[in-house]
Each structure stands twice: as C-alpha cells, then as structure tokens.
C-alpha cells in the first residue's frame, strides 16, 4: 500500500498535516501505540525540516506487512555537511523556526533514534533525500 | 490524576476537555517542541509557554491528550480546532512554568525521567 503527500517549503500552519494524514491511516492497523509514536514523530521531524529548510517536498510512505518505508524528497538548499547536520544540537534554522519551538538541532538525531533504518543523501543546491525504515 | 484534578490545583480554564478518561501520572515542561519530540509522552501533561499550532501537531504525534498553556497564552482558534479533531484536552493557566510545574509536582506528578 502505497501513498505520497506534497508538502509545501515555509508554511508553519500546515506543517505536519501529511505526518497527521499517514498516522491516521496506520491507526487502522493492529500496530502497538508506541511503534506508531516512533512513527509519526520521525515523519513529523522530517516534514518540519522540509518546511523549515526547503521549498517544497514530498513524503511517500510504503507500508508492508512487517514494516513501513519512507522516502521525503525536496527541492531546497541541500546539506552542506550530513555529518554534521546529524550532530546532537547543530541546526541552519532561521529565528522563525527557532519561534515555533523547533531548530535546536535534535531532529535528525532523534529521526535516527526513531527508525531502524536511515539513509540520508543531500545535493547543495538541488535538494535532499531521507529514506526509512521503522519495523512494527 | 484527571484533567478536572490537574486543573484544581493550577486554578486554570479547561477549553476543551478531550480525552477524559485519561489518568495522567507524569508532567512535562517545555517551549522547545523539539525536546517534547525526544521522550515517551503517554499519560503526560505536556505544560508550554509556547502557543502555536506546532504545540498541537506535537502532541499529536507524541501521543499527548493534555496540554496548559502557561504565562495567560491565549489559544487561537485553529488550534482549538486541532485539539477537537485528536481528542486533546486543553487548559488555559495565567500562572507561570515555573508555578504549575511545581504545583503539578506536588501535587504528585512525575517527571518523564530521572
């Protein structure tokens, strides 16, 4: 079962409504309430990076029998440095982000921390792509 | 602890009473919805002197059914909305942070680690 949601770079009120959309959907599986926070946390974490950081994106879910794969894309900046951006409390946020209570630097780690498996790959200048895996 | 109790003891305003069976054991205080994003949340109070409506998606996410919003912050009304749609109970405090966490606190409210 397959299914993509658009999700449109700096616009904070809508910002989680295709994290919302995919939990939503998973509660009508039989998934233990604590699988689906790690879920819905790690989706959140990453669209709130591609309203922060991009201009638009997409998250596509693919959910299995055992397990869901994710892939969020965008069009944006890139990561100049992954290994850092993945460091506990570095974070490119701008003063409107850091407002809304994010851009302190614990998304990529805690998206990591959530999912049991993470690849990410960024092209300064065109874009940045997350992919993963989280077991039920 | 139910949302009526929580409410006596930080004499706040319940707006919108969401998930009433819910007894809550344990309390979180933050402006930063990026910590709340990190630990186990169910049976917390999340208590936030930040009101947006990320405040509500990160509840939602994080499995949170109660929310008070410190310093006199007012709730907008897309943000009642959200909490009506997931069932989250929502509380208006003009106390601050610091005043409810340690009401809460004695009160016999846990926090989410030691």
């Known amino acids: 079962m397959k299914f993509c949601y658009e999700i449109k770079g700096g616009d904070f009120s809508a910002g989680g409504s295709a994290s919302s959309q995919v939990k939503k959907t998973l509660k009508q599986f039989n998934i233990a309430p604590q699988v689906l926070r790690r879920i819905a946390v790690a989706l959140y974490e990453a669209e709130m990076n591609v309203v922060a950081h991009a201009w638009r994106g997409s998250m596509c879910v693919d959910i299995n029998i055992d397990h869901l794969n994710v892939v969020i894309e965008d069009e944006g900046p890139g990561i100049e440095d992954i290994e850092r951006a993945m460091e506990e409390g570095f974070s490119t946020a701008t003063e409107e982000v850091r407002q809304m209570g994010f851009g302190a630097g614990m998304g990529l780690p805690n998206i990591r921390k959530n999912s049991d498996e993470m690849k990410l790959t960024s092209t300064p200048g065109i874009g940045t792509r997350l992919a993963l895996t989280i077991r039920f | ?114």
């Open chain 2, 1 to 114: 602890m139910n949302a009526q109790q929580l409410n006596q003891l930080i004499q706040g305003t319940i707006l919108l009473e969401g998930n009433v069976s819910t007894r809550y054991t344990k309390a979180f205080a933050s402006d930063l919805m990026s910590d709340v994003l990190r630990f186990q949340m169910e049976q917390t109070v999340l208590v936030t002197g930040l009101c947006t409506i990320q405040v509500l998606r990160t509840a939602e996410m994080s499995n949170i059914t109660c929310i008070i919003f410190a310093r006199g912050k007012r709730v907008t009304p897309d943000m009642l909305a959200l909490a009506e749609e997931h069932h989250i109970t929502l509380i208006e405090s003009a106390l601050t942070l610091f005043e409810i966490s340690g009401r809460l606190y004695q009160g016999g409210l846990e926090p989410v680690y030691r």
